[in-house]
């Protein structure tokens, strides 16, 4: 009998110690408007006025900090707290409820919209290199969940080169070096020379959108939405439109994605780049380091400018089900795949659309070059690939593989950006079955052996 009341006792403990636990997590609340940094900021009627506070309270597992919509900040913070897997730090948005709008007359809703929030998604900006080199949200710490936030009109560096590196220190949200299992979800970020910096692990950036940043940021550098330098990361779901510049030792740069060998830490290593859509950005991703070793690029579809992939070393590069557009003028860089180094260049290319300008073929001849210059990837695997570029015999450029097709993939309306399959497509039921169970639609793939070809499912 004393041994069960033990047990009773010691399982009531461990409840009452998790329940605590849970009942501490707190939400905070800030607003530009009507805050006050000298409040306790756990309540909409006594929220923080800035981002000072966020530099210096301890938060803990499970607390959300929600900014209110309707608000706008000015500068940056470093956040070194961290949640837990069931319990993340959370930051993201509120607002009025309809509880509000529904309780009181017209008239008098104006300025307790202002109070509790209405209107567009809380905004972001940090023009000032001096503060946190332009750097809004520095994570330093893991499970930080950030969710439904506005980033707009960053800072370029004042010069960059290989010896200060200051490019490699942008990003408007800043992953630090030894970080994992953060989330950026949801999120839009305008004019953002760097708009996602990745130096942590085991992190996810999903379903955000990225749009309209012309400016250069070095001679050699144009504007990248997301920059990655470490293992284990997942780019899903997000819609890129403008990001690039023309000008350079190039004549254009910039674009989506580039794995960022320039940074001291890089280890370009199981990245998965899947489901985004890509429209008129200065090239989709460009792996710009040694040694990258096991990419996947699927379901994407890329309508831009520039290569679809382009890098030094890549090995194990799986490029499975994209759409890939490549008809767009001034088109500075004439390739669809591009390498420096071919000895070290392994590829697997299948599944996939390809639409090139007459002047374009996706893989070859490859042309050894004089030194260190970009050139044709030259023979890959592939299979399963529909090529179409009219007045262009030959859109490969070396011999077809397995299950290729020369034709046109019939889009419904490619001239207005609908790259979807008609039912008279040669692309359906012409390719092989992966693992992956949706479309770039979020349609159901077929669980038989074969699939269609390009981001699209018919």
Not at 69 to 79: A, E, R, W
Not at 329 to 350: A, Q
Not at 448 to 456: E, L
Request: proline share 5%.
């Amino acid at each position: 009998m004393q041994k069960r009341q033990l047990t009773v006792l010691l399982l009531n403990f461990v409840v009452a110690l998790c329940t605590f636990h849970k009942a501490t997590a707190t939400t905070y609340y800030i607003h530009s408007k009507v805050g006050d940094d000298n409040n306790n900021g756990i309540s909409k009627e006594t929220p923080w006025s800035t981002l000072k506070n966020l530099n210096q309270t301890i938060f803990k597992p499970g607390d959300s900090i929600l900014f209110a919509k309707g608000t706008s900040y000015i500068g940056g913070f470093v956040f070194k707290c961290s949640g837990t897997p069931d319990k993340p730090i959370v930051f993201s948005n509120y607002s009025a409820g309809a509880d509000l709008v529904l309780n009181n007359p017209r008239n008098q809703l104006e300025p307790l919209l202002i109070k509790y929030g209405a209107g567009k998604l809380p905004s972001f900006t940090n023009p000032h290199w001096e503060v946190l080199n332009g750097n809004i949200f520095r994570i330093e710490g893991n499970h930080i969940i950030i969710d439904g936030l506005y980033f707009h009109d960053n800072t370029n560096p004042p010069g960059s080169n290989r010896n200060n590196k200051n490019v490699q220190k942008l990003g408007a949200i800043y992953l630090s070096l030894g970080t994992h299992h953060n989330v950026i979800r949801n999120c839009e970020f305008y004019n953002t020379p760097v708009a996602i910096k990745i130096k942590g692990t085991h992190n996810l950036i999903t379903h955000n959108y990225f749009h309209d940043t012309y400016e250069k940021m070095a001679e050699s550098w144009g504007p990248i939405a997301i920059m990655i330098v470490s293992p284990n990361n997942e780019v899903s779901y997000n819609r890129i439109v403008n990001y690039g510049s023309y000008g350079g030792p190039y004549g254009s740069d910039g674009g989506v994605i580039e794995l960022d060998g320039v940074d001291d830490n890089f280890d370009g290593r199981n990245i998965h780049i899947h489901h985004n859509i890509s429209i008129n950005n200065h090239g989709f991703l460009e792996l710009a380091g040694r040694n990258v070793d096991s990419v996947i690029v699927a379901y994407n579809l890329s309508d831009d400018r520039n290569q679809f992939i382009g890098g030094g070393s890549m090995k194990n590069i799986y490029v499975l089900n994209n759409t890939v557009i490549r008809t767009r003028e001034p088109n500075v860089d004439r390739y669809v795949f591009w390498t420096f180094n071919r000895d070290s260049t392994f590829m697997t290319v299948r599944n996939n659309i390809f639409v090139v300008a007459s002047d374009i073929q996706v893989f070859g001849p490859y042309i050894k070059p004089k030194g260190h210059q970009r050139t044709k990837v030259g023979e890959q695997i592939h299979d399963h690939n529909l090529y179409f570029s009219p007045g262009n015999p030959d859109p490969i450029g070396i011999a077809p593989g397995n299950g290729d097709i020369i034709a046109d993939p019939h889009f419904i309306d490619p001239q207005n950006g609908n790259y979807r399959l008609r039912k008279e497509s040669p692309a359906i039921n012409k390719g092989v079955k992966t693992h992956y169970t949706h479309d770039l639609d979020g349609r159901t793939i077929s669980d038989r052996g074969i699939t269609d070809i390009g981001a699209y499912e018919y």
